[in-house]
């Protein structure tokens, strides 16, 4: 049996204005954390948009906040992040926003409220570089894009 890992805290502060909320799952098995717009948006078919959310987070040293699509919004209207995952690393400060795109053929309306993107977390991988003449060989080798086939 793991012991298990406290949650590190994520300080969240909020502007006073309508449409700004807390990011909260939507149910308990829910790896991400609903992030609301904080301004009314018409993104017009073919376009994207910096949405603001009117919140700014404090995590600590160790931990990112990646910044993800809603499957719905994508599904349905094919509204999603452009940057996917847009990263949100320990020490920013400044206000949470997702850079949202219109694929679809339709222009759609964001209000503020609105779920619009979600939140998820990571622990923060560092490495050290070492330079080097050579690289030990693979089996792909430098086979790149596709190389692997899609089947």
Request: charged share 20%; aromatic share 6%; net charge neutral.
């Amino acid at each position: 049996m793991h012991e298990a890992q406290p949650n590190p805290a994520v300080f969240v502060q909020l502007e006073n204005r309508p449409g700004v909320s807390m990011p909260v799952q939507a149910t308990a098995g829910s790896a991400g954390y609903d992030l609301c717009s904080s301004q009314q948006i018409l993104l017009r078919a073919g376009s994207f948009a910096k949405v603001p959310t009117g919140l700014r987070i404090s995590m600590p040293a160790g931990i990112e906040c990646q910044v993800r699509p809603r499957s719905g919004l994508a599904a349905k209207h094919g509204v999603t992040v452009l940057n996917a995952p847009g990263t949100i690393d320990s020490d920013y400060r400044g206000e949470v926003c997702a850079i949202l795109i219109n694929h679809g053929q339709d222009d759609f309306l964001i209000e503020p409220g609105m779920r619009i993107a979600q939140l998820v977390f990571a622990r923060v991988t560092t490495v050290d570089f070492v330079k080097t003449d050579s690289l030990d060989t693979s089996g792909r080798g430098e086979g790149g894009f596709g190389s692997t086939g899609t089947r």
